[in-house]
C-alpha cells in the first residue's frame, strides 16, 4: 500500500497497511474472529482509520497488531455512529481509539501480558474476566491526549 487517503466498505479478515502515512474511512464497522488481525508494518509512520459503521468487534484471537510498537502510530477515530466496540476472547490491541459515543467492553482476555496498549476515550467502558489495559506513557509527548482522565467511576464486585 501506498501513503495516501483510502476507502473500503468494511474489514472482515486480515489487512496489513505498510505505508508511511494512510488515511482509510471504513464505510461498515470492523469484525475480525479467529486469529484474523489488522497489521500495521514497521514502515507504518501514522495510521488514521475512520469508522462510519455502528460497531467494531474482534474476537478469537483476533488483533490489531501495531508492529512499530508506538501507539502514537495508530488512531481509530469513531464517527457520530460508531456507538459499540467489543473486544473479547483474547483481542489484542496497541493504539488510540477516539470514539466518544462509543460503549466499549473489554473481557475474556487471555495470557497476554498486555490486551490493550493506548488510549481510550468512549463513552463508557466495561472490562470484564482477564482484561490488561495499559496507557502508553509516549502519549504524553507524541500523541493526540493528555492521559487518562475518567469522568466518572463505578466499581461492581460480583461473588
Do not use: M
Not at 35 to 47: D, E, F, K
Not at 120 to 139: I, R, T
Amino acid at each position: 500500500t501506498a501513503s495516501g487517503n483510502y476507502a473500503i466498505y468494511s474489514i472482515n479478515n486480515n489487512f496489513t497497511i505498510n505505508a508511511p502515512y494512510v488515511t482509510l474511512f471504513v464505510y461498515s464497522g470492523i469484525s475480525l474472529s479467529g486469529n484474523s488481525t489488522i497489521t500495521i508494518g514497521t514502515n507504518a509512520s501514522r495510521v488514521s482509520i475512520y469508522v462510519a459503521g455502528s460497531s467494531i468487534s474482534l474476537s478469537g484471537n483476533a488483533a490489531v497488531n501495531n508492529s512499530t510498537q508506538n501507539a502514537a502510530v495508530l488512531g481509530i477515530y469513531g464517527l457520530p455512529s460508531l456507538t459499540s466496540i467489543n473486544f473479547g476472547g483474547n483481542a489484542a490491541f496497541n493504539g488510540t481509539i477516539y470514539a466518544p459515543q462509543a460503549a466499549f467492553s473489554f473481557g475474556g482476555g487471555g495470557n497476554n501480558t498486555y490486551d490493550f496498549v493506548g488510549a481510550l476515550v468512549a463513552y463508557s467502558c466495561k472490562l470484564n474476566g482477564h482484561a490488561n489495559f495499559h496507557y502508553d506513557e509516549s502519549l504524553k509527548r507524541d500523541g493526540p491526549g493528555i492521559g487518562y482522565i475518567p469522568y466518572s467511576w463505578t466499581e461492581i464486585t460480583g461473588n
